[in-house]
């Protein structure tokens, strides 16, 4: 597999991923910012923070999970 490949099939993943987590996690922030009747702005606020925390935490146990099994796959080849 090319790392072209290997980068493309990471991203989907990675994707995938992030859409299944932000799904249930958009329908919890705006439930909440409504029973905390928040403002656009706030609730603007409140839901970027969040998705960035949570993408930076996703994105950081993706690229762990996928340079582990290279280095896996590339011990097995010695």
């Known amino acids: 597999m090319t790392d ?3 980068a493309f099939r990471e991203s989907v993943f990675d994707t ?3 859409m299944s ?5 958009n329908w919890i922030m705006l439930t909440l910012g409504l ?11 409140l839901m970027t923070t969040v998705f ?3 993408a930076i935490a996703r994105k ?5 999970h ?9 011990n097995e080849l010695r």
């Open 4 to 6: 072209k490949q290997k």
């Open 16 to 18: 995938g991923i992030g």
């Open 21 to 25: 987590i932000n799904i249930p996690l």
């Open 35 to 45: 029973m905390w009747e928040l403002g656009a702005l706030e609730l603007s606020i």
């Open 52 to 54: 960035t925390f949570f």
């Open 60 to 64: 950081y146990a993706v690229r762990m």
């Open 66 to 74: 996928f340079t582990n099994k290279a280095k896996t796959l590339i």
